[in-house]
């Protein structure tokens, strides 16, 4: 099996557009939703692509004292939220976070976020063959008007 490694490579795009490219891992416009004053919580969101399959184990971010992997669906008329473990990337694909499906949630923020700002995001992935790799991302802070995380999105 070939060995999972992520180097980081920086590429410069449109200013709202941040992506970060690894070895096999490709991370896509991440972002993380501005909060209200008093608000201790708020979804990070991104696209994944990967050249080989691998599975996101963790997500970590000093802005917040807890990071949860977690999948939005419907039942019935209700929109619930449910925590992940872990999520798989298959090769060649993508997996997108976005308002309404996957994405990470930051619990316990340690301040408020405010429109502009950088969170400092560290992935964790682990390969077919075991071995867990990190990389850190830097996410851009977005208004409020972003689309609320129960918003069904196509």
């Not at 405010?114 to 208004?143: C, N, P, Y």
Request: proline letters at 6%; hydrophobic letters at 45%; aromatic letters at 4%.
């Amino acid at each position: 099996m070939r060995t999972f490694t992520i180097k980081l490579a920086f590429a410069t795009a449109l200013a709202t557009v941040a992506t970060v490219t690894c070895a096999e891992v490709t991370v896509i416009d991440p972002w993380v939703r501005g909060v209200v004053p008093g608000q201790s919580a708020t979804g990070l969101f991104m696209t994944i692509k990967s050249t080989e399959a691998t599975t996101l184990v963790s997500v970590s971010s000093p802005a917040a004292k807890s990071v949860q992997i977690h999948k939005m669906i419907m039942k019935g008329d209700m929109m619930t939220m449910r925590p992940m473990p872990s999520l798989s990337i298959p090769a060649n694909g993508t997996v997108d976070f976005k308002p309404g499906g996957y994405h990470a949630m930051l619990d316990d923020l340690r301040k408020p976020l405010v429109k502009g700002e950088k969170v400092s995001v560290t992935l964790t992935f682990q390969g077919m063959d075991g071995k867990k790799t990190s990389t850190e991302i830097h996410a851009e802070v977005r208004d409020l008007a972003a689309p609320p995380m129960n918003m069904k999105m196509n």
